[in-house]
C-alpha cells in the first residue's frame, strides 16, 4: 500500500485484549483466543511455517481471531482495508485481482508479530537518502544498510515496493503488568485512533513509564523525538529504550557535548567582559552526530535529547550535501581538477572541516591523518606504485577509518588521480571491508564557500549599519569596539573559514531574515519526515517544559547586553534557542510523562483540535507492588537535646543500610554541602560511634558526590557505581531527582527540608521522595525543625497514594518486592560496544599501523610543504628558556601569541619543513614576517602573560585556539559566619568583595594540591559542615580557620604549606601584583666582549601584561666606580633617552612607579623630568610618580626580586643581542659549509671548529698590540678575545712580535688549561709568507707537534700554507674565504678598539 500504516502489538495471553492498529486514527479492541488469519496466496509465504511467519513478513496481514467470529473480523478487516488504501480502485485491485483470503485454524499459542508495517511516500523532488536494507530481512551486510547511498538514485517515489518502512518492535523480556496494559490502550487510543494533539501520562516513580513510552512508540510507528532536563536522565532513558525496542531500531543519544561552558556575557554593574569558555567532550559529539546520521539514514530512529535540541544546528540539507560517498575502484583526483567537476578528494575533507595532523597525540575526531608510500606489487617494468594511506576519523565513529589509494598519471591531461582500494572502517577487534563508504562532515554547522562570502558581505552591510547607528548615539568606545571585533571575525573567515563565536553570525551564514527560525534538532525530524508523521516525548515535564521556556528569554536577555555595549552585532539575537510558540509550531503531536505533571500540560488535553475531550492516564500500582515510602520528619535541635546530632544521626541510619546490602541518597542545598558531606561520612570509619551503634562499629562508609560541576560521564559512572555497591550512598544537590533508576536505594535523606524555595517545593520532594520508591524497604527522612506547606503537601500525596497501594495488594494478595533495575552499564558504553560490533578493524589510536605492512619501504611525504622561504629565517638568537612569543606580519600586526618553556624549540616547531599544521597556523606562518618574543622567569609567569596579553590584542589566528582564560585564586570568604576556602575564577575589583584573595594559579592542579593539604592538616570542610548542622562549635571552627589562615597566608609564616603556596603563586607576584599595574622595571646587562659597553632595559608593565620593553646601550668610563657609573648611565638613558621620546608614543608611556636596580644620582630630577613630558601627552593626568629602588622587606621585597628578576633576564637577551648585531656571523659559517671547503683546501682531517686569528698593529709607529679573535663554529666568541702587549721586542719589528706573541700563548695551552687558552683547531695570520713563518717558529719553540696554520695576504686575498710557495685558494669569494675575512676583518676591528682605549688613557680621560 502507498500509505502509511501502523502496526499493532499481539499479547501472548488469550485471554487479555489485543490491540488492531489500521491508521492512526482506527484502534480496534477485541477480546479474542489465538488463531491466524493470513494472505496465504502472497508470494511472500510460499513455504512459510507459523514459526517463521513474524520475522520475515514484511507486508502479511496477521490477525488472531476465534472460529466463532470469523464473519465479525471479516468485515473489521474489510473496513481497516478500505480506510487504508490509497482509492477504492487499489482496494478492489488487492482483493479482486488476487486469490482469496484462506482461513486457517491454530491451536493457541503466542505470537508476537506486527500486523502491518508503516511504508512511507517519498516524492520525486525529495532528495534525502534512504536505507536500503530492511533489518528484518536477511543477513545483509549491517554496515552497508547504515550508509546512504547516493541520492539520485536511492530517491524512492508513492510507488515504489522498496520504499523504506518504519519498524518497531518491543522486545522486553516482560510484558506489561499493574496499571501498564490499561495505560498503554488508553494512550493508543488518544494518540491513535482519535488523534489528539497531546495526551498526558501520569505515572508514580516506578510504575513502568519507560516501558509503556516504548509500546506507545511501537504502537503509533512513529520516529520518535523524547525530550528530557538533564544529561544523566537522557543517558539512563536512552539505555532502558534501546533495551525495550531491541537492537533494530536506532535509539541515539543527542545532548549538549559541553563539559564546560561559560556564556559569553557583560556585566553593565562591573564593567567586567567575560568571553565564552567551552570544553568540548569529542564522545558526546559523537554521539550527536550519530543521532543526526540516524534520522538521514532511517526510519526506525528514536533521539533521546536535552533541550540542547532546540539550539541551532545548522541546515539539514547543507550536511547532507556536504557528505561525501567513495566507493571501491572509484578514480578521484586529489585536489580539484579542470577536467573533473567535483572537489578533489583532499578539498572535500577541507570543505568537511576535518583538519589534517602529523602527531598522534592530536589525532582525534574530526582530523585526519596521511601518508604515502612506494609499494613493489610485481616485477614488471613499470615501476613500483605510489600508495596512499588516509586515515580518517569523522565524529559519528568511535573509531577512525581507512582508505587506501592508488596514484596514477594520466597521460592525455598530465594530470594525477586517486583510484581507491579499500575502505576499511575500524575498531580494535578486526575489520569488515566495505565496498561504499559515506563520510558526514566534521561539524553540523557546514557552509559551502559561495554562502560564506555572501555571509561576509550581508555581516559587513549590518556593521557599517550598526556603526552608523553607535555614531549617532555618541557611543564611540562602543563603535571601535565592534568595528575590531566583526572586522578580525571577517578576516578569519575569509583567510581560514572560520572564527571565534563564529555562531554569533549564524542567520547570515544560513542565509535566514532576521527573526527568522533557526535550524535546529527538529528541523531535521520536520524535513525527513513531515510535521505529522514524528511523535514528540516531554519525560519528567514539569521540569523540561520550564527549561524550554527559560531558554530563550535567558538567551536573549545575555545578548542584549552585548550588543548594546558593542560585542556583537544585531544579529547575533538570532542564534538562539527556539521559541515557544516556535517550538510548539512544529510539533503535531506530544506525549507528556510526569508523576507530577504541571496546569500547562493538563491545559493541552482540553485545547485539543481533535474535539476529545480526555484525562491523564494514571498510574498508581507499580508492577512489583511496592508502595510509596515512609516519610518521617526529624528535628536536629531534638537530636541535639537527647546527646546526638544530625551527622551521628545520618550515619547511622546509612550503616543500617549497608548491613542490608541496600544504599542510600541525601540531599543537601548546595553543592559544596554535598563535597564536606561525602568527605564527612567518608572518614567517618574512624570516629567514635555512640552506644546505639555498637552492633555496626565495624562498618565502614565510602561515599561520593554528584551535582553539575562534574563531567556527564562522570555523573554516570558515579550513579553506575552507586548500583554495583562500589559506592554506598551518594550526596547531590538537584541532580538525584527526576528519574533515576537506582532500585538499590532504600533511603532517601533531604537535609533542610524546611528551607522553602524551589529545591524543597512539593514537586521537588514528590521526586525525591520517589527515589526510594523502588525498594520495597524504601524510607524517607526529613531533618527539619518545622513543617512547611510544601513539606505537608507532599507527605499528604504520598500518605493517599500508600493508602490505595496497600488496599490494592491486600485484595489481590500481592507482596511487594524490589525492582531489579536495568543494566549497570551507561549509555555511552553500551553506544560504545555497538559500533565496536559494527565495524571490525584492528585499529590504535594512533591510526597508522606502520607494522600492518612491513615488507613496504616508507617514504615520508609531508601533507603540506611550507614555503622555503621560512625555513631560512635565523632562530639562535632566540634562547631555549620560557617566554612569550609574537608572531607578526609586515605590518607589525600582531598575529598570534603563544607561550613556550623553551622558546627556540617551540618557534622552530612552526618552521620546520616538514611540519603539519591545519589550515589555521599555515595562513598565519605565510603570513607572518617577525617572532618577537619575552622572556618570563618561569613557566607559570608566561601562561599568565600569555593570557593577559591575548586578552589586551585579540589576535585574530588566536581566537580559534584560546578561549577567554581566568586563572584562578583561592578565595577566604572571611566575611561569612563560617569562613570558608574555595576556588574563585577571577578576582574582582578592589572594593567589590570582603573577602581576600590569593593567586593567581595557572593551573587547577596547583590550586587544588593546596587546598588538598589544607583539608589533610586543618579538616576545615569537614569542621564547617558540623558547625552548621549542630554537630560542632562555631567559635571552634572560626578559631581553627584563623590558625589556618596565619599559617598558610601571612607573609610572616614559615609553614611548609606557605612556601607550597607562594611556590604556586610566584606567577602572580609578576603579573598580578597592585604594585606592578603601572610600573616601569629597569634592569642592565653587560656587552659580552665589551666590559665598558652596558644594556640599559626598560620593561612597561601595565595592568598584567608587558606594554613594552626598550634597550639603550651606553658605555660607561673606565676611570668610573662600576656601581656609580652604571647607576649615573641609567639615570642618563631615563632622563634624556627614554622618557623624552614619550611625546610621540601612547598614553601608556608613562608609569606611576619606577624600580630601578641602583640608587639612581638624582631621583628628583628624573621625576620632574617624567611629570613635564606626561604633562605634554596627558594633561589631565595627575598623580605622584615614584622612583625606587627594590624593597627590603615583606610583600614589596618578593614583588621587587621577582620584577627585577624578569627583567635583568629580559636585559642579559637584549645584551646577547647587541652582541650578534656588532659581532655578525655569515650563514655559510654557521652551517658548516666554509669550514668543510677549508677542510679540503688546507688538506685537513676533519672540518675546524675553534679557528684563531692573530694580527699585529701600531699607532703612529708606536704602541706596538697583538690582538687574537676566536670563532667557533662559524661564529664570533668575544669572551675569548685577548689583546697581547709586547714585552721582548724593541720599535717596530711585527715579525719578532708575532713569534713573541704565539710562544706566550701556547705557553699556556697545556693539559689543564682553561677554555680561553686551548689548542685550536687552526691558527690565521694576517699576512704573507713572513709572517706566517714568523708564527711557525713561535709555536715550534712550545708546542711539540704543530698547529694547523695558514696566513692571509691583503693585497690579492692569497691564502699560504707552510711548505708552499703559492697561494692555495682559486677564488676570493668562495665561502672559505669569505669566513678568512671575516676572521682578518674582526681582528682588524678589535685591534682598533684597543688602540682607541690606549688613547684614552693617555689623554688622562
Given at each position: 500500500a502507498k500509505h502509511a500504516i501502523t502496526p499493532f502489538h499481539c499479547h501472548s495471553n488469550p485471554e487479555e485484549s489485543v490491540l488492531i492498529g489500521g491508521r492512526r486514527d482506527l484502534l480496534f479492541r477485541l477480546d479474542l483466543p489465538s488463531l491466524v488469519l493470513c494472505d496465504l496466496s502472497s508470494p511472500m509465504l510460499h513455504g512459510m511455517t507459523q514459526e517463521n511467519l513474524p520475522k520475515r513478513a514484511t507486508r502479511v496481514p496477521s490477525i488472531v481471531v476465534p472460529p466463532q467470529k470469523v464473519h465479525l473480523v471479516c468485515f473489521l478487516m474489510m473496513m481497516i482495508i478500505i480506510r487504508s488504501c490509497h482509492s477504492f480502485r487499489s482496494m478492489v485491485r488487492r482483493f479482486v485481482g488476487r486469490s482469496p483470503f484462506l482461513w486457517h485454524h491454530q491451536p493457541p499459542q503466542p505470537i508476537v508479530a506486527p500486523l502491518f508495517y508503516r511504508t512511507r511516500s517519498f516524492s520525486s523532488e525529495e532528495s534525502l537518502p534512504t536505507l536500503v536494507h530492511n533489518p528484518l530481512a536477511g543477513n545483509a551486510d549491517t554496515t552497508s544498510s547504515l550508509l546512504p547511498t547516493n541520492s539520485a538514485s536511492t530517491t524512492k517515489t508513492a510507488d515504489s515496493d522498496d520504499a523504506l518502512a518504519t519498524q518497531f518492535r518491543v522486545t522486553a523480556p516482560f510484558e506489561p503488568t499493574g496499571d501498564q496494559p490499561e495505560a498503554i490502550a488508553e494512550l493508543l487510543t488518544q494518540l491513535g485512533e482519535n488523534a489528539q494533539e497531546a495526551a498526558v501520562l501520569r505515572g508514580i516513580t516506578g510504575t513502568g513509564k519507560t516501558l509503556v513510552m516504548s509500546h506507545v512508540i511501537a504502537g503509533l510507528q512513529k520516529p520518535t523525538l523524547v525530550l528530557c532536563h538533564n544529561k544523566n536522565l537522557a543517558a539512563q532513558l536512552a539505555r532502558e529504550l534501546r533495551a525495550y525496542l531491541g537492537q533494530d531500531s536506532a535509539v541515539e543519544l543527542f545532548v549538549s557535548y559541553y563539559d564546560l561552558f561559560v556564556p559569553e556575557s557583560f556585566k553593565e554593574t562591573t564593567g567586567r567582559y567575560v568571553q565564552k569558555k567551552s570544553v568540548i567532550n569529542h564522545d558526546i559529539d559523537a554521539l550527536r552526530h550519530r543521532a543526526t546520521r540516524s534520522l538521514l539514514t532511517r526510519n526506525d530512529v528514536v533521539v533521546v535529547a536535552t533541550v540542547s535540541a532546540i539550539y541551532g544546528l545548522g541546515l539539514p540539507e547543507e550536511y547532507l550535501n556536504a557528505s561525501v560517498e567513495w566507493k571501491i575502484g572509484q578514480e578521484i583526483y586529489p585536489s580539484p581538477n579542470e577536467n573533473d567537476d567535483g572537489d578533489g578528494f583532499f578539498d572535500a575533507l577541507n570543505r568537511m572541516l576535518y583538519q589534517p595532523v602529523d602527531s598522534d597525540d592530536n589525532f582525534e575526531p574530526g582530523t585526519f591523518q596521511h601518508e604515502s608510500y612506494e609499494y613493489n606489487e610485481t616485477k614488471s617494468s613499470s615501476g613500483p606504485i605510489r600508495k596512499h594511506k588516509i586515515t580518517l576519523w569523522p565524529p559519528h565513529e568511535r573509531f577512525p577509518v581507512t582508505i587506501t589509494a592508488d596514484e596514477h598519471q594520466r597521460t592525455i591531461h598530465n594530470d594525477t588521480y586517486f583510484t581507491i582500494r579499500s575502505l576499511e572502517p575500524g575498531t580494535q577487534k578486526g575489520s569488515i571491508p566495505t565496498q561504499s563508504l559515506r563520510i558526514f562532515p566534521a561539524r553540523h554547522h557546514v557552509t559551502s564557500s559561495g554562502r560564506m562570502e555572501q555571509a561576509c558581505v550581508a555581516i559587513e552591510e549590518e556593521l557599517q549599519q550598526r556603526v552608523d547607528e553607535l555614531k549617532a548615539q555618541g557611543k564611540n568606545e562602543a563603535m571601535a569596539k565592534l568595528q575590531e571585533r566583526v572586522l578580525g571575525d571577517l578576516y578569519m573567515m575569509r583567510e581560514v573559514g572560520m572564527c571565534k563565536g563564529m555562531e554569533n553570525y549564524s542567520r547570515h551564514m544560513n542565509g535566514r531574515e532576521a527573526g527568522e527560525t533557526p535550524e535546529t534538532l527538529l528541523s531535521y525530524f520536520s524535513s525527513r519526515f513531515g510535521k505529522d508523521e514524528w511523535l514528540l516525548v516531554v519525560d519528567e515535564s514539569h521540569v523540561t517544559l520550564p527549561q524550554l521556556k527559560a531558554m530563550y528569554f535567558g538567551d536573549q536577555s545575555r545578548k542584549k547586553t552585548l550588543i548594546k555595549h558593542g560585542y556583537r552585532l544585531p544579529s547575533a539575537l538570532d542564534n538562539r534557542p527556539l521559541k515557544v510558540d516556535e517550538f510548539w509550531k512544529q510539533v503535531q503531536q506530544t506525549l507528556f510523562v510526569s508523576a507530577t505533571p504541571s496546569a500547562y500540560e493538563l491545559e493541552q488535553l482540553k485545547q485539543s483540535s481533535t474535539g476529545f475531550t480526555q484525562e491523564p492516564v494514571d498510574m498508581v500500582i507499580r508492577p512489583t507492588h511496592v508502595c510509596d515510602p515512609e516519610i518521617e520528619v526529624r528535628s536536629p535541635k531534638m537530636l541535639r537535646d537527647k546527646g546526638s546530632n544530625p551527622m551521628n544521626d545520618l550515619a547511622y541510619e546509612i550503616c543500617q543500610r549497608i548491613a542490608k546490602n541496600e544504599r542510600a541518597l541525601v540531599l543537601t542545598l548546595t553543592k559544596r554541602d554535598a563535597e564536606d558531606l561525602a568527605s564527612y561520612l567518608n572518614s567517618y570509619e574512624n570516629k567514635a560511634l555512640d552506644s546505639a551503634m555498637v552492633e555496626l562499629e565495624n562498618t565502614s562508609i565510602n561515599a561520593t558526590y554528584l551535582h553539575s560541576g562534574l563531567k556527564t560521564d562522570e555523573r554516570a559512572d558515579r550513579l553506575r557505581a552507586l548500583q554495583k555497591g562500589e559506592v554506598d550512598v551518594v550526596v547531590g544537590v538537584n541532580c538525584l531527582r527526576e528519574g533515576l533508576d537506582l532500585p538499590q536505594v532504600s533511603l532517601v535523606v533531604v537535609l533542610g527540608a524546611d528551607s522553602e524555595g524551589f529545591l524543597r517545593s512539593e514537586t521537588a520532594l514528590l521526586q525525591t521522595v520517589g527515589r526510594a520508591a523502588r525498594n520495597r524497604h524504601g524510607r524517607a527522612i526529613f531533618y527539619a525543625e518545622r513543617d512547611t506547606m510544601s513539606m505537608k503537601k507532599c507527605m499528604d500525596v504520598t500518605n493517599d497514594r500508600r493508602k490505595k497501594q496497600l488496599a490494592h495488594n491486600a485484595l489481590h494478595g500481592y507482596k511487594p518486592r524490589s525492582t531489579k533495575g536495568s543494566s549497570t552499564m551507561t549509555f555511552f558504553d553500551l553506544l560504545r560496544d555497538e559500533i565496536e560490533a559494527e565495524q571490525q578493524l584492528e585499529f590504535t589510536k594512533g591510526g597508522i599501523d606502520k607494522s600492518s605492512s612491513p615488507h613496504l619501504t616508507l617514504t615520508k611525504v609531508p601533507l603540506n610543504l611550507k614555503d622555503s622561504k621560512k625555513t631560512s629565517i635565523p632562530t639562535d638568537h632566540i634562547p631555549g628558556l620560557p617566554g612569550v612569543y609574537f608572531w607578526k606580519d609586515c605590518d607589525g600586526s600582531i598575529l598570534y601569541i603563544g607561550k613556550a618553556v623553551k622558546l627556540r624549540s617551540r618557534i622552530n616547531s612552526y618552521l620546520a619543513p616538514n611540519a603539519n599544521h591545519g589550515k589555521r597556523i599555515e595562513t598565519m606562518v605565510e603570513k607572518a614576517t617577525t617572532v618577537e618574543f619575552v622572556l618570563t622567569p618561569s613557566e607559570r609567569d608566561a601562561l599568565v602573560l600569555e593570557s593577559n596579553l591575548i586578552k589586551k590584542h585579540k589576535p585574530p589566528f588566536n581566537v580559534l585556539l584560546k578561549d577567554d582564560v581566568h586563572y584562578p585564586y583561592i578565595r577566604a570568604s572571611v566575611e561569612e559566619r563560617l569562613p570558608k576556602l574555595t576556588i574563585s575564577p577571577y578576582r574582582p575589583p578592589s572594593g567589590e568583595s570582603k573577602s581576600r584573595f590569593f593567586g593567581p594559579y595557572t593551573s587547577f592542579k596547583e590550586i587544588n594540591q593546596i587546598l588538598d593539604?589544607?583539608?589533610?592538616?586543618?579538616?576545615?570542610?569537614?569542621?564547617?559542615?558540623?558547625?552548621?548542622?549542630?554537630?560542632?562549635?562555631?567559635?571552634e571552627y572560626n578559631e581553627l580557620f584563623q590558625k589556618a589562615m596565619k599559617d598558610v597566608f601571612s607573609s610572616r609564616s614559615t609553614a611548609v604549606l606557605k612556601e607550597l603556596r607562594t611556590g604556586y603563586e610566584e606567577a602572580g607576584l609578576l603579573f598580578d601584583s597592585s604594585?606592578?599595574?603601572?610600573?616601569?622595571?629597569?634592569?642592565?646587562?653587560?656587552?659580552?666582549?665589551?666590559?665598558?659597553?652596558?644594556?640599559?632595559?626598560?620593561?612597561?608593565?601595565?595592568?598584567?601584561?608587558?606594554?613594552?620593553?626598550?634597550?639603550?646601550?651606553?658605555?660607561?668610563?673606565?676611570?668610573?666606580?662600576?656601581?656609580?657609573?652604571?647607576?649615573?648611565s641609567v639615570q642618563m638613558v631615563l632622563e634624556h633617552r627614554h622618557y623624552r621620546s614619550g611625546g610621540e608614543v601612547v598614553e601608556s608611556w608613562f608609569p606611576d612607579d619606577v624600580l630601578t636596580p641602583v640608587e639612581l644620582p638624582d631621583p628628583t630630577s628624573l621625576r620632574k623630568t617624567i611629570r613635564e613630558v606626561r604633562k605634554e601627552v596627558e594633561p589631565a593626568r595627575?598623580?605622584?610618580?615614584?622612583?625606587?629602588?627594590?624593597?627590603?622587606?615583606?610583600?614589596?621585597?618578593?614583588v621587587d626580586a621577582r620584577a627585577l628578576e624578569f627583567a635583568k633576564s629580559n636585559a642579559i637577551q637584549a645584551a646577547q643581542e647587541r652582541k650578534h648585531q656588532r659581532y655578525p656571523a655569515l650563514k655559510t659559517s654557521m652551517d658548516g659549509t666554509a669550514t668543510k671547503e677549508l677542510a679540503e683546501m688546507l688538506k685537513l682531517h676533519q672540518a675546524p671548529s675553534v679557528i684563531e686569528c692573530y694580527d699585529i698593529s701600531h699607532t703612529q709607529g708606536e704602541a706596538t698590540v697583538a690582538s687574537r679573535v676566536v670563532f667557533r663554529e662559524g661564529r664570533p666568541v668575544p669572551e675569548l678575545y685577548r689583546r697581547f702587549n709586547i714585552r721582548t721586542v724593541e720599535g717596530i719589528d711585527d715579525y719578532s712580535s708575532l713569534a713573541e706573541v704565539l710562544e706566550r700563548r701556547f705557553k699556556r695551552a697545556g693539559p689543564g688549561c682553561d677554555e680561553a687558552w686551548a689548542a685550536p683547531d687552526l691558527v690565521v695570520i694576517d699576512g704573507g709568507k713572513g709572517q706566517l713563518s714568523a708564527a711557525q717558529q713561535g709555536i715550534a719553540r712550545v708546542h711539540a707537534s704543530l698547529i694547523p696554520i695558514c696566513a692571509l695576504a691583503k693585497n690579492h686575498e692569497e691564502l699560504f700554507v707552510p711548505e708552499s710557495s703559492s697561494p692555495v685558494n682559486e677564488s676570493t669569494d668562495s665561502p672559505a674565504m669569505l669566513l678568512l675575512r671575516h676572521l682578518r676583518d674582526e681582528s682588524h676591528r678589535f685591534a682598533l678598539k684597543t688602540h682607541r682605549a690606549q688613547r684614552r688613557r693617555s689623554m688622562g680621560r
Open positions: 593539604q589544607v583539608e589533610e592538616t586543618y579538616d576545615l570542610r569537614v569542621k564547617s559542615l558540623e558547625a552548621g548542622h549542630g554537630s560542632g562549635s562555631v567559635e604594585f606592578n599595574s603601572c610600573r616601569d622595571i629597569v634592569a642592565v646587562a653587560s656587552v659580552e666582549g665589551d666590559d665598558s659597553d652596558i644594556v640599559v632595559h626598560v620593561a612597561q608593565l601595565r595592568k598584567g601584561y608587558v606594554a613594552g620593553q626598550f634597550s639603550y646601550t651606553c658605555s660607561i668610563p673606565r676611570e668610573a666606580e662600576k656601581d656609580s657609573g652604571i647607576a649615573e595627575k598623580g605622584s610618580i615614584t622612583i625606587r629602588s627594590p624593597g627590603k622587606k615583606g610583600p614589596r621585597q618578593l
